[in-house]
């Protein structure tokens, strides 16, 4: 499974960018589950619900602002792996913030930092190329 952080950066309240969507619909095809982890407010978070946001990742919507706790607390990345049944040490977590994917990698899982808006998106393919991760349409 995969977790990418909605909204790294954004352009209208948590819209990602468009080589993103085709990044997660190209997981989904070649078999890999994709879920979002999110430290994110109600507001926003409704506002991302009232728009089809979270509709691709099937489920696998695990926010702050509902599980009452926000990444790096370990118990995040606990009830993600839960919910979406997945292995720690199977699961791939992206995340722009250092802290988060440290303490993804503390807790077991695969961790990749990676900030849309200060590194190129080939710096992404390439880790994912390493791990051997299937990610093209």
Same mark, same amino acid.
């Given at each position: 499974?995969?977790?990418?952080?909605?909204?790294?950066?954004?352009?209208?309240?948590?819209?990602?960018?468009?080589?993103?969507?085709?990044?997660?619909?190209?997981?989904?095809?070649?078999?890999?589950?994709?879920?979002?982890?999110?430290?994110?407010?109600?507001?926003?978070?409704?506002?991302?619900?009232?728009?089809?946001?979270?509709?691709?990742?099937?489920?696998?919507?695990?926010?702050?602002?509902?599980?009452?706790?926000?990444?790096?607390?370990?118990?995040?990345?606990?009830?993600?792996?839960?919910?979406?049944?997945?292995?720690?040490?199977?699961?791939?977590?992206?995340?722009?913030?250092?802290?988060?994917?440290?303490?993804?990698?503390?807790?077991?899982?695969?961790?990749?930092?990676?900030?849309?808006?200060?590194?190129?998106? /080939?710096?992404?393919?390439? /880790?994912?190329?390493?791990?051997?991760?299937?990610?093209?349409?």
């Amino acid at each position: 499974s995969l977790w990418v952080e909605l909204g790294t950066r954004h352009d209208d309240l948590g819209a990602f960018e468009h080589w993103m969507t085709d990044l997660i619909i190209g997981l989904k095809i070649n078999g890999y589950k994709v879920g979002v982890l999110s430290n994110i407010v109600k507001p926003l978070a409704a506002i991302n619900r009232g728009k089809g946001r979270y509709d691709t990742f099937e489920g696998h919507v695990y926010l702050s602002c509902e599980m009452g706790v926000r990444k790096p607390d370990p118990e995040t990345f606990r009830r993600a792996c839960t919910g979406m049944g997945t292995l720690k040490g199977k699961t791939v977590f992206i995340d722009d913030k250092i802290r988060n994917v440290q303490a993804a990698k503390t807790e077991g899982l695969v961790g990749i930092h990676f900030d849309s808006g200060s590194m190129p998106r /080939e710096q992404l393919y390439e /880790e994912l190329d390493r791990l051997g991760i299937k990610y093209r349409l």
